[in-house]
Structures are given as structure tokens and as C-alpha cells.
């Protein structure tokens, strides 16, 4: 069963910065369309960012040009680079990961999601 573990989550101020990782356990994710989502209390959960196979990336309006995703190989991990952050963007950030068979958006079915890890930005 693959395992993915969140790590780098803590509390900074607005306009602050974070880098999220995702590692992974048994798999690579050389093959594997991997994303980012957060879900803050009350609310819907929402993606972030997607990383294709490919090298590809898609964000998130709300992400886009504070947010990188990006992958690690040699660590195999995925991380998120968040800069900017403001108060709305305290939540709890989950990764997510599937085999890319050359699909890889919010829509698919994830099958294998970490534990999550806590993002508290104060104003």
C-alpha cells in the first residue's frame, strides 16, 4: 500500500513563506500524476497544484504566481513552495498521488493521500 507523508507545515506570518513536502513509500513517483489540496475548517476541500509525469503543472487560480509545485527525485518527493501566504490560506495541505496514465487534474481519483499537515498564516 503506498504510503505519502506530509512534512514542512507550521505557522508564519502574512507574507510569509513554506515549503511543503510530500514523500512517498514503495512508489516512485516517476509514473504518478501527484497533487496538492487543502481544505481549511468549514470549508470544501480544494486543489492547489498538479504534477504530471511529464513535468507538466497546473494551479489553482488563487495559486497561481505564489505557489510552485515541483518534484525531487533524487529525495522522491514533491514539494510545494508557497510565498505570499496570507491569512486565507490557513489550512490543512493534503498530497495526493495516482498513476498518470496521461490524465492528471483535481478530477481524477486519487487513490493513495497523506495524513496532511497544518498551514497557519496570522495577519
Known amino acids: 500500500q503506498v504510503h505519502l507523508v506530509e512534512s514542512g507545515g507550521g505557522s508564519v506570518q502574512s507574507g510569509g513563506s513554506l515549503v511543503l513536502s510530500c514523500a512517498a513509500s514503495?512508489?516512485?513517483?516517476?509514473?504518478?500524476?501527484v497533487a496538492w489540496f487543502r481544505q481549511a475548517p468549514g470549508k470544501e476541500r480544494e486543489g492547489v497544484a498538479t504534477s504530471n509525469k511529464s513535468g507538466g503543472t497546473t494551479y489553482a487560480d488563487f495559486a497561481k504566481g505564489r505557489f510552485t509545485i515541483s518534484r525531487d527525485s533524487t529525495k522522491n518527493t514533491v514539494n510545494l513552495q508557497m510565498q505570499d501566504l496570507t491569512p486565507e490560506d490557513t489550512a490543512t495541505y493534503y498530497c495526493a498521488a495516482v498513476h498518470d496514465n496521461n490524465w492528471c487534474d483535481f478530477t481524477r481519483n486519487f487513490a493513495a493521500w497523506g495524513q496532511g499537515t497544518q498551514v497557519t498564516v496570522s495577519s
Open positions: 514503495i512508489i516512485t513517483f516517476r509514473d504518478t500524476c
